[in-house]
């Protein structure tokens, strides 16, 4: 096994860091290598805005749900869908690039673009001895998200990334067994096939939070899934979108 295999396989999110900035060398490779990543057709449709100031960052904490670790880190990121840039390509050459631009395939590219420059990202920084975490909870307020940022019309946040050096590491979460994920030729329909697979990542998964927390958590993951699931959550989305200009055909 390379550096770089055991680098993603030990992967696990922290939560909590130690009071001390990245350098300026550090957030540049860190960019640099997320625009390494593969991009749809070159298009390059994501942008990230790095976040310093203190001030912003507590902000941003609080409409992702009070998450400190938003406000105290390394270096907050927040990664965007960003078609705005396209929008004045088509202006520049005089071309009508609005009907590709507003499309849902469009729209798709944006967020794959971005999701992989954001896991070069993460693979960069994690090599470096840093930890990181995604942060969803942006998406909790996302008009007061695009204020506090100056986000134009065609570029939505879509998560965080708080990077930094970590001060406390937890164990590694286990995941899904590899069966349940890879599926060779065709997708695996068995139900008692999945059903079964399910009960015993139920099981490890319920270990790992009893051995965690010294006895105090034992949930299983189905629960946890189920019980997310069944809450109605950031339901404003498509109208957002679209009122950004996106996704609209």
Same mark, same amino acid.
């Given at each position: %096994?390379?550096?770089?295999?055991?680098?993603?396989?030990?992967?696990?999110?922290?939560?909590?860091?130690?009071?001390?900035?990245?350098?300026?060398?550090?957030?540049?490779?860190?960019?640099?290598?997320?625009?390494? *990543?593969?991009?749809?057709?070159?298009? /390059?449709? !994501?942008?990230?805005?790095?976040?310093?100031?203190?001030?912003?960052?507590?902000?941003?904490?609080?409409?992702?749900?009070?998450?400190?670790?938003?406000?105290?880190?390394?270096?907050?990121? +927040?990664?965007?869908?960003?078609? =705005?840039?396209?929008? $004045?390509?088509?202006?520049?050459? #005089?071309? #009508? +690039?609005?009907?590709?631009?507003?499309?849902?395939?469009?729209?798709?590219?944006?967020?794959?673009?971005?999701?992989?420059?954001?896991? #070069?990202?993460?693979?960069?920084?994690?090599? %470096?001895? @840093?930890?990181?975490?995604?942060?969803?909870?942006?998406?909790?307020?996302?008009?007061?998200?695009?204020?506090? @940022?100056?986000?134009?019309?065609?570029?939505?946040?879509?998560?965080? %990334?708080?990077?930094?050096?970590? *001060?406390?590491?937890?164990?590694?979460?286990?995941?899904?067994?590899?069966?349940?994920? !890879?599926?060779?030729?065709?997708?695996? /329909?068995?139900?008692?096939?999945?059903?079964? /697979? @399910?009960?015993? =990542?139920?099981?490890?998964?319920? #270990?790992? =939070?009893?051995?965690?927390?010294?006895?105090?958590?034992?949930?299983?993951?189905?629960?946890?899934?189920?019980?997310?699931?069944?809450?109605?959550?950031?339901?404003? %989305?498509?109208?957002?979108?679209?009122?950004?200009? $996106?996704? $609209?055909?």
């Amino acid at each position: %096994m390379n550096e770089v295999i055991a680098t993603i396989l030990n992967h696990r999110s922290i939560r909590h860091f130690e009071e001390k900035p990245l350098t300026e060398e550090q957030i540049k490779t860190i960019v640099s290598c997320a625009q390494a *990543a593969a991009t749809s057709s070159n298009i /390059q449709a !994501y942008s990230i805005i790095g976040v310093k100031d203190q001030e912003r960052k507590k902000k941003l904490a609080e409409l992702a749900g009070n998450q400190s670790y938003v406000e105290n880190n390394g270096h907050f990121f +927040v990664f965007c869908a960003d078609l =705005y840039r396209h929008t $004045l390509i088509g202006e520049k050459n #005089n071309k #009508n +690039v609005l009907p590709s631009i507003e499309s849902t395939e469009k729209f798709m590219v944006t967020l794959i673009d971005a999701a992989l420059a954001a896991q #070069n990202a993460v693979i960069a920084a994690e090599s %470096m001895g @840093l930890g990181i975490c995604y942060i969803g909870g942006i998406r909790n307020n996302l008009t007061e998200v695009q204020k506090l @940022l100056k986000t134009p019309e065609r570029v939505i946040p879509l998560f965080g %990334m708080a990077i930094g050096y970590p *001060a406390k590491i937890p164990d590694q979460k286990p995941r899904l067994p590899f069966e349940h994920i !890879y599926h060779e030729e065709e997708y695996q /329909q068995d139900k008692n096939f999945y059903l079964n /697979q @399910l009960k015993e =990542y139920d099981e490890l998964i319920s #270990n790992y =939070y009893d051995k965690r927390t010294g006895g105090k958590r034992k949930d299983r993951w189905t629960e946890q899934i189920a019980a997310m699931l069944e809450k109605q959550n950031r339901m404003y %989305m498509r109208d957002f979108v679209q009122k950004n200009k $996106l996704d $609209l055909h």
